[in-house]
């Protein structure tokens, strides 16, 4: 199966890029990637993408501007257009983020009144902080929509040596959860804030890279399947 690139396009009147990984199975689950803080990491993600991939998804990873004076809110919204474009039925697109991707997506699907009436199939979060409020979407944080938070499946994936969005904030958001009747399951990686996403972090770089080997390689392949799983492919 090829799990190259099959396209990158603009997605934005600015310009922002989105890579299209896959396959190119017209019945393949779509799964839309939200990349964290770093301005337009979308390379950042690309091995996590195409082991997704590899598993027999569509994956649709976006460029966005958080550092954007709008904190990238458009980006997010438009890639979220392009998804529901892009797919037959956009009721079946998984919704992923990572750091503050991942709070974002989790905000956007459990939010009361979802875009356009739409909503994911699937959420997962990937090393994010769930009890902050989300500004880029001017949302109220996960934690705090707990109560109300629709029916739909809800999984949550985390470094316990994650020093950036420490483990135990998904531990809280996982049991407010489960206080409300939600049961979301937490995969515990061992692993860092960037090897949660098969990622890691280069000094001389100052920022990340899709990791070849290592504890985040394999680590991040556990992510690959908690994405695949929520597509609802088959786990071998």
């Not at 460029?63 to 079946?92: E, I, K, Q, T, Y």
């Not at 049991?175 to 009747?181: C, D, E, F, I, Q």
Request: glycine residues 10%; contains cysteine; aromatic residues 6%.
């Amino acid at each position: 199966m090829s799990t190259a690139i099959l396209d990158t396009v603009r997605y934005t009147s600015d310009g922002q890029l989105l890579d299209i990984h896959g396959a190119a199975a017209p019945d393949a689950p779509t799964v839309l990637l939200w990349h964290g803080r770093g301005p337009a990491e979308r390379d950042v993600l690309g091995g996590l993408a195409a082991a997704v991939a590899r598993l027999g998804a569509t994956v649709l990873v976006p460029d966005w501007r958080p550092d954007a004076p709008d904190g990238g809110r458009p980006h997010l919204a438009a890639s979220l257009r392009f998804a529901w474009d892009f797919v037959r039925d956009p009721a079946r697109i998984v919704l992923v983020g990572w750091s503050l991707g991942g709070r974002a997506a989790m905000a956007t699907a459990l939010q009361p009144n979802p875009p356009e009436g739409w909503r994911p199939a699937a959420v997962v979060g990937i090393a994010a902080r769930y009890n902050q409020p989300e500004p880029l979407l001017a949302l109220p944080s996960p934690m705090d929509v707990c109560a109300t938070a629709p029916p739909l499946p809800i999984h949550l994936v985390h470094g316990t040596a994650d020093k950036v969005c420490a483990f135990e904030n998904a531990h809280a958001f996982q049991s407010v959860l489960a206080s409300h009747g939600r049961q979301a399951p937490l995969t515990e990686l061992g692993t860092d804030h960037a090897g949660a996403v098969m990622a890691e972090y280069v000094l001389e770089l100052g920022r990340c890279r899709p990791a070849q080997s290592g504890s985040p390689f394999r680590e991040g392949l556990r992510t690959a399947h908690v994405i695949a799983e929520a597509a609802g492919l088959p786990q071998k």
